[in-house]
């Protein structure tokens, strides 16, 4: 048995271009893993099978091979020409469809866990090959830290981060689909195309951001936070506008939408700002989770 664990992650920045051609959107976002993980126990096996365990209501996620850690699996059974298979066991504590990258930090740590397990040794850079193939967030939950994605978010460069972060995260009890959050941002985008600048195609990330990073100061931070995916999200969901408000009320630098919804993320000032928040949140009767970040990418816990 191998045992790997991978982060959720946070945009602190997502800047989303226009839409092209492909219908697909070019992004500029800065990506911070959090210390809220999913954990992948794999074990030899001869087909390929996926359960769930943990906190988080899986009851609506396929368990065929349209589960992304089961094609993470057979992409990299394929790629090593690997003829067994695997049974692998995922502790979930990352929301589905929440828009922390759930999904993608299972595929990251199913490729290392799978790696180890069948000893095909492929190395780093053949395995984050496989993971681009996988999704946009792959890749990042492979690496983790703190990193700038471009393109479709899969071009990774690292930086630089300070010190760390304090998270409070409020989980709403229903998913976002991501496609549907994009396509809602085109139509906003049309509804108020006289009012707003033309949107870049190649957008880029705020130098504010990479300054707030690099200093490790929350405070600059939150006010550089940005996610052009949060309008449409609340379109679509307006109740989660009050929770960014009762977060904000209660001590909050800062809330805001992560990735496409619907967790809303909120930044603390420090430690006790974090469990003061965690604390009035909860007794406001949400599903509110703390963490920190930065944290390390996919990893090796046992084998």
Same mark, same amino acid.
């Given at each position: 048995?191998?045992? /790997?664990?991978?982060?959720?992650?946070?945009?602190?920045?997502?800047?989303?271009?226009?839409?092209?051609?492909?219908?697909?959107?070019?992004? =500029?976002? /800065?990506?911070?893993?959090?210390?809220?993980?999913?954990?992948?126990?794999?074990?030899?096996?001869?087909?390929?099978?996926?359960?769930?365990?943990?906190?988080?209501?899986?009851?609506?996620?396929?368990?065929?091979?349209?589960?992304?850690?089961?094609?993470?699996?057979?992409?990299? =059974?394929?790629? #090593?020409?690997?003829?067994?298979?695997? +049974?692998?066991?995922?502790?979930?504590? !990352?929301?589905?469809?929440?828009?922390?990258?759930?999904?993608?930090?299972?595929?990251?740590?199913?490729?290392? #866990?799978? *790696?180890?397990?069948?000893?095909? %040794?492929?190395?780093? %850079?053949?395995?984050?090959?496989?993971?681009?193939?996988?999704?946009? &967030?792959?890749?990042?939950?492979? $690496?983790?830290?703190?990193?700038?994605?471009?393109?479709?978010?899969?071009?990774?460069?690292?930086?630089?981060?300070?010190?760390?972060?304090?998270?409070?995260?409020?989980?709403?009890?229903?998913?976002?689909?991501?496609?549907? !959050?994009?396509?809602?941002?085109?139509?906003?985008? *049309?509804?108020?195309?006289? &009012?707003?600048?033309?949107?870049?195609?190649?957008?880029?990330?705020?130098?504010? !951001?990479?300054?707030?990073?690099?200093?490790? &100061?929350?405070?600059?931070?939150?006010? @550089?936070?940005?996610?052009?995916?949060?309008?449409? @999200?609340?379109?679509?969901?307006?109740?989660?506008? #009050?929770?960014?408000?009762?977060?904000?009320?209660?001590?909050?630098? /800062?809330?805001? $939408?992560?990735?496409?919804?619907?967790?809303?993320?909120?930044?603390?000032?420090?430690?006790?700002?974090?469990?003061?928040?965690? $604390?009035?949140?909860?007794?406001?009767?949400?599903?509110?989770?703390? /963490?920190?970040?930065?944290?390390?990418?996919? +990893? $090796?816990?046992?084998?």
């Amino acid at each position: 048995m191998v045992h /790997a664990r991978a982060p959720g992650k946070i945009n602190v920045f997502l800047k989303v271009g226009a839409l092209l051609e492909d219908g697909y959107h070019d992004v =500029a976002t /800065a990506y911070q893993a959090v210390s809220l993980s999913e954990d992948i126990r794999a074990y030899p096996a001869d087909d390929f099978s996926v359960s769930f365990t943990g906190p988080i209501d899986t009851s609506s996620l396929a368990v065929d091979g349209s589960n992304l850690a089961i094609r993470a699996a057979t992409l990299l =059974a394929r790629k #090593a020409d690997f003829r067994g298979g695997v +049974r692998l066991e995922i502790e979930k504590h !990352v929301p589905i469809a929440g828009g922390m990258g759930g999904g993608s930090a299972d595929a990251a740590a199913t490729l290392l #866990a799978c *790696d180890t397990l069948w000893g095909t %040794d492929l190395g780093r %850079d053949e395995l984050l090959e496989l993971a681009r193939q996988l999704g946009a &967030d792959v890749p990042f939950a492979f $690496i983790g830290g703190t990193a700038i994605g471009t393109g479709r978010g899969d071009e990774l460069s690292p930086a630089l981060a300070k010190g760390q972060f304090q998270w409070v995260f409020a989980f709403a009890e229903f998913g976002m689909s991501t496609p549907e !959050v994009y396509r809602e941002l085109d139509r906003h985008r *049309d509804r108020h195309a006289q &009012d707003i600048f033309p949107v870049e195609a190649q957008p880029h990330v705020d130098t504010d !951001v990479l300054h707030a990073l690099r200093a490790g &100061d929350p405070r600059r931070l939150a006010e @550089a936070l940005h996610n052009d995916l949060q309008a449409p @999200a609340l379109h679509l969901e307006p109740e989660l506008a #009050a929770v960014i408000e009762l977060g904000e009320e209660n001590g909050a630098l /800062a809330g805001m $939408i992560s990735g496409s919804g619907p967790t809303v993320a909120f930044l603390a000032a420090d430690l006790d700002g974090a469990l003061e928040l965690q $604390i009035a949140l909860s007794a406001a009767r949400l599903n509110v989770v703390r /963490a920190t970040g930065p944290v390390h990418g996919a +990893r $090796i816990v046992s084998s």
